[in-house]
Antibody, heavy 122, light 107 residues
């Protein structure tokens, strides 16, 4: 059974860089069967897809964040990382990592971490 | 970008009721439409993928249908543990996008 756990600072200052790590157990981040993704949810707002990384290390990002976001996978530690630069208060949200099962053209977000609340404030 | 619109935004119902939530996409997404359940303080949980495929181990009172731009999610007989927020998601076009959610409350 796969388990995902997000970790990182709960408070980031405006204009600085948000860095989160998703530690994966029970599956390999370089498995040919799965991709990995980040999603965020602002208080009272809808879920926003941030981006994903496939089993070859190829990434696909939401254009709304493209200039600021990087997702990477570390096979030695079996972790997936998120980096978001130049943050503002609009980036305050709960950040989730999730496993993606690509099946027949669909992307099934089938396992999620519990989420990590990140607040952007001076 | 594909806009995903759910209705209603909120819904009050009683245990045993049949409830239906609709999801409309601004472009054809074929059947690449998924449904999630989220309870307060928890991560979303995938319930249905490919518009109508129930995830393994989940009760059959959950069902989904539709294709193209119009989709429905139904709970045939509400149970106490079903009171939550439900989201639809399209994955046919990047960027992947979610509906705004439907909050299901106890009447």
């Amino acid at each position: 059974q796969v388990h995902l756990q997000e970790s990182g600072p709960g408070l980031v200052k405006p204009s600085e860089t948000l860095s989160l790590t998703c530690t994966v157990s029970g599956a390999s981040v370089r498995s040919g069967s799965y991709y990995w993704t980040w999603i965020r949810q602002s208080p009272g707002m809808r879920l926003e897809w941030i981006g994903l990384i496939d089993d070859s290390g190829i990434t696909n990002y939401n254009p709304s964040l493209l200039s600021r976001v990087t997702i990477s996978a570390d096979t030695s530690d079996n972790r997936v990382s998120l980096r978001l630069t130049s943050v503002t208060s609009a980036d305050t949200a709960v950040y989730y990592c999730a496993r993606v099962r690509p099946v027949g053209g669909n992307f099934r977000f089938d396992s999620w971490g519990p989420g990590s609340l990140v607040s952007v404030s001076a | 970008d594909v806009q995903v619109t759910q209705s209603p935004s909120s819904l009050s119902a009683s245990v045993g009721d049949r409830v239906t939530i609709t999801c409309r996409t601004s472009q054809d997404v074929e059947n690449f439409l998924n449904w999630f359940q989220q309870k307060p303080g928890e991560a979303p949980r995938l319930l249905i993928s490919d518009a109508s495929t129930l995830e393994a181990g989940l009760p059959s009172r959950f069902s989904g249908s539709g294709s193209g731009t119009d989709f429905t999610f139904t709970i045939s007989s509400l149970q106490p543990e079903d009171f939550a927020t439900y989201f639809c998601q399209q994955t046919h076009h990047f960027p992947i996008s979610f509906g705004q959610g439907t909050r299901l409350d106890i009447k």
